[in-house]
């Protein structure tokens, strides 16, 4: 694939868009290139004989050898040389539409510091030389050729000062743009392909977006049983105009499916453990998709450390081709220890331990314990994957909860048995049964007098029926850029199940990411809708299972609880109907800082015939993230519309670890 243009002058050049865009001209001879003729001896030397040659040659290499030798024996006076220039300040001026950070990028030579007590880096000529012209490069792969670069450099006591002062030009505009599929058998639907075209009519052109047009259509080949796609492509630049024309050929090549499945290094997890996470099996359409896919379905379930799919040369004349699925285990058993702070919970600490293959099966049990100034927990949890060799997933959980809440403290002791199940659509689905015991502390009088089936220190045992369902297709859990969740908690404690305190209960969240093109610019959303009715004998749902909202993974103007119903003194008490929602934009500003706007809305209402949109809260606000491996560190600060307590609510900041959501 070719980029054929006119050079001033007349002479062609070829832009190899397959080998780092080479360019190649015609009609030119590199005399360099040749080989140098043979030089012949002097006529005087060839008198000699051999053995009389030997000894001249030594003779007149030796004052050659001894004489560097004598000059180190010599002391060297101290140089007066002038020291080496340094860089002081280095700026770009005229660069518009290509951002000034991206140009610095390409260049190779040291720039100044920002930070004062950084030492200045060496000044060299031919270094600003060879970056000129990477630029200019550059810029023609940005679609400027008509980019004039000149650069100023003023010296002054060895310190160097270096403008470049760039005339970017006209951009090269697309034109026509053409894309040809060969026959595809069976026949695919490409229709939806043009819409996402990384190049439109009247778009700068740029070698990038180019190249993306062209793997747009290998991707997507390769995905649907063709993995031996080829684009060519043609780009016909007309130099005065500033236009180009775009041809792009593409050739499916044949059908592929997949064959045998060869795993090995599963030590003891069973085999149909393995397959079962595959997304594929033999005599499937070929997918690279699915290879990805079923990686990250292994990786999940914690038993390797390495996950290595690999597909194989393709058999003749069946086209199907063979995977190696590489497994290396993980240890055994794991510790994990985290710290953190936040203003809400203040210090807080987690100690994990995890043991895998239990009774081997791929069982694993992890015990995690957690303090905070808001919560102090202690929980075990069971897993056995594919149980009895079924596609149900048992889970068991048990543990011991003890909250610090504004309104109220409590205990709590809990189990859970739940089987999970894989469902078409990338869903995944529960149903299970919970039991839990809590008592109640530390209730104000004036909430008792309201909630007046809340007794303090009266252990309340509720026995439940539990449902969910899961959908999430989210590019990534810790810094989502695409994709959504949809998430829905079903619970039932009617009093056959042995329930003294009856209620339903059900809880809607969804949320959204959406990165604006390929960049670090993110718009995120989130919603939430939860209700819980009393139902059968209880008539009022006691304090510690009501609803709340406010704090850092709510409505961040407010402090944490404090949205909704209050008693007279101003705690809160919960409802029974919660609505909320977030807003939140995020955007690069250097390297891994990342800066947040956002907008949350939301309420509690006591009783949930008493929903009203029109008492939704609101806060915006502002926030500073730092990307790390393990997720953003930062602040967010926000400021209620409709402040609580004028005195205390005026602002809200929260130091948080992680996403919002």
């Not at 997949?258 to 996470?277: N, S, W």
């Not at 590489?326 to 240890?331: H, R, T």
Request: proline share 7%; net charge neutral.
């Amino acid at each position: 694939m070719h980029l054929n243009f006119k050079l001033k002058g007349g002479a062609a050049a070829f832009l190899d868009s397959t080998t780092s865009d080479r360019i190649v001209y015609q009609g030119m001879v590199n005399r360099q290139s040749l080989p140098p003729a043979p030089r012949r001896r002097p006529l005087w030397m060839e008198s000699f004989s051999p053995g009389l040659k030997r000894f001249f040659l030594a003779f007149i290499c030796l004052p050659l050898l001894l004489g560097p030798l004598a000059g180190l024996a010599a002391a060297a006076p101290p140089s007066d040389e002038p020291p080496g220039l340094l860089l002081r300040s280095f700026r770009i001026i005229g660069a518009k539409i290509v951002p000034a950070k991206n140009l610095k990028a390409q260049m190779t030579m040291s720039l100044p510091s920002l930070l004062p007590w950084r030492k200045l880096p060496v000044f060299k000529e031919d270094e600003l030389e060879g970056d000129i012209l990477r630029l200019k490069n550059y810029y023609q792969r940005q679609g400027f050729y008509h980019t004039e670069i000149v650069p100023k450099v003023d010296i002054e006591n060895s310190q160097v000062r270096v403008e470049l002062r760039i005339t970017e030009g006209p951009f090269v505009q697309v034109v026509q743009e053409e894309v040809t599929v060969a026959p595809i058998t069976p026949p695919l639907d490409l229709s939806d392909l043009p819409r996402q075209w990384p190049l439109k009519q009247d778009d700068r052109f740029t070698v990038d977006s180019y190249e993306a047009l062209k793997r747009l259509y290998i991707d997507y080949l390769s995905d649907h049983g063709h993995p031996r796609a080829q684009a060519e492509g043609k780009v016909f630049l007309d130099e005065k105009e500033n236009t180009v024309r775009i041809e792009v050929t593409i050739n499916p090549g044949p059908l592929y499916y997949f064959g045998d499945i060869k795993i090995t290094g599963q030590g003891e997890a069973p085999d149909y453990l393995i397959r079962r996470q595959l997304t594929f099996k033999p005599g499937d359409i070929f997918s690279v998709k699915e290879l990805y896919d079923s990686q990250r379905k292994l990786y999940a379930l914690d038993l390797f450390q390495s996950v290595t799919i690999t597909p194989r040369e393709a058999t003749e004349p069946e086209a199907r081709i063979p995977v190696e699925v590489v497994l290396e285990e993980k240890k055994k058993r794991s510790v994990k220890l985290g710290l953190g702070y936040g203003d809400e919970d203040r210090f807080r600490a987690k100690l994990s331990l995890r043991f895998r293959n239990v009774g081997g099966d791929g069982r694993t049990l992890e015990v995690d314990g957690r303090h905070s100034a808001l919560e102090e927990r202690i929980a075990g949890t069971f897993t056995n994957p594919q149980l009895w060799e079924s596609y149900n997933d048992l889970i068991l959980q048990s543990g011991y909860i003890r909250r610090y809440l504004p309104a109220f403290t409590d205990k709590s002791f809990f189990t859970q048995e739940r089987l999970e199940r894989e469902l078409p659509w990338k869903i995944k689905g529960y149903i299970g049964h919970g039991l839990e015991f809590a008592r109640p502390f530390n209730i104000p009088e004036e909430t008792l007098a309201i909630l007046t089936q809340t007794t303090i220190g009266k252990l309340y045992r509720a026995s439940m029926l539990l449902m969910g369902l899961r959908w999430d297709n989210v590019d990534s859990p810790v810094d989502p850029h695409h994709g959504g969740q949809i998430s829905w908690i079903g619970e039932a404690a009617p009093n056959f199940f042995g329930s003294d305190l009856q209620f339903l209960r059900t809880l809607l969240e969804l949320r959204g990411y959406r990165a604006l093109g390929d960049t670090n610019f993110i718009l995120a959303s989130r919603l939430k809708f939860g209700v819980i009715e009393p139902v059968q004998g209880t008539q009022q749902i006691p304090i510690f299972r009501r609803f709340y909202a406010g704090g850092y993974d709510s409505v961040r103007g407010y402090r944490l609880d404090y949205l909704g119903p209050r008693n007279t003194s101003g705690v809160p008490l919960g409802g029974e109907a919660l609505m909320e929602c977030n807003l939140e934009a995020r955007l690069p500003i250097y390297k891994e800082f990342r800066a947040v706007a956002f907008l949350d809305f939301g309420n509690v209402f006591f009783k949930i015939h008493e929903l009203d949109l029109g008492q939704l809260k609101y806060s915006a606000g502002f926030g500073l993230r730092y990307m790390t491996p393990i997720g953003p560190v930062g602040i967010d600060i926000g400021f209620p519309t409709n402040p609580i307590d004028p005195s205390k609510d005026k602002v809200q900041v929260h130091f948080t670890i992680g996403q919002a959501f």
